[in-house]
């Protein structure tokens, strides 16, 4: 019974504190991100780049925009887009949250 109990226990505290690490969900960024003339409104997640010419970015958002060297936001991080910054992306895709 003790053992049980302990287990219990152990296994409401982790969950507590796993709890507490965890951060709040994650929400879009506001505003409008453009990459070569296209608009995504409230944009989040990850969106390709393309393969050839270098697109360029206007981050008109509350938030970065993480540009990656790999086609996945995979690979690593080359260049940030501060909120309303202008810039040629140079990477083949970019994350923004």
């Not at 507590?16 to 690490?21: G, I, N, P, R």
């Not at 944009?43 to 008109?60: M, W």
């Not at 936001?73 to 887009?81: E, F, L, N, P, Y």
């Amino acid at each position: 019974m003790m053992r049980r109990t302990a287990r219990l226990l152990g296994a409401c505290a982790a969950a507590a504190m796993l709890a507490l690490a965890t951060p709040g969900t994650a929400q879009a960024a506001q505003g409008v991100l453009f990459i070569d003339g296209t608009a995504n409104r409230d944009p989040s997640g990850c969106f390709p780049l393309g393969d050839f010419a270098p697109p360029e970015v206007f981050n008109y958002t509350d938030g970065t925009a993480w540009v990656w060297t790999g086609p996945n936001c995979d690979g690593r991080v080359v260049q940030a887009i501060f909120a309303d910054q202008v810039a040629i992306a140079h990477g083949r895709s970019l994350y923004i949250e």
